[in-house]
């Protein structure tokens, strides 16, 4: 049985190195290697440091890792929908979170905690209504007859 290439995870710091490769937020080689030090300092990058960013990012056992790790992640959120229904009610069940700590928060009498609760629940408010720009809108479907409606409207006259 044959094991697909960059399945089994390297050394402590290549392994670390290869994710960090492969995160979405597509670090750099030299950001990558250098955040995968083990030490909690992280070193600068160095033109040495440079280099054997790129020795390990061009080794095949490093590339095979990255690439099998780009394709799980990438079959994980394949099977994920994302449409602006699931995101709104994402986005509604945040919020009514939000809403319900801050209530226990003042009820506890943590006047601080409570303030930031109301800042976060704006904060998130105003992104989710502005989330409708960025999401392809839904279709819908109606059997309303729109002319049968628009022709008896009537004009008030209260506004004369």
Not at 82 to 95: C, Q
Not at 140 to 146: E, N
Request: aromatic fraction near 4%; proline fraction near 4%; include cysteine.
């Amino acid at each position: 049985m044959t094991d697909q290439a960059g399945s089994k995870p390297l050394r402590a710091r290549l392994e670390r190195y290869a994710q960090l490769l492969a995160s979405p937020e597509r670090r750099s080689a030299i950001e990558a290697w250098c955040l995968s030090d083990p030490n909690p300092v992280k070193p600068e990058a160095t033109p040495g440091r440079g280099v054997t960013a790129s020795r390990n990012a061009n080794r095949q056992d490093v590339k095979d890792r990255v690439a099998f790790l780009q394709a799980e992640r990438a079959a994980v959120l394949a099977d994920i929908a994302i449409d602006a229904d699931s995101v709104s009610e994402l986005m509604e069940r945040v919020t009514s979170r939000f809403l319900a700590i801050g209530e226990l928060a003042e009820t506890l009498g943590l006047s601080e905690l409570a303030a930031k609760l109301r800042r976060a629940t704006v904060v998130h408010t105003g992104r989710a209504e502005r989330l409708h720009r960025f999401l392809p809108e839904a279709e819908t479907k109606h059997d309303l007859d729109l002319d049968a409606v628009l022709a008896r409207l009537r004009l008030c006259k209260c506004a004369t």
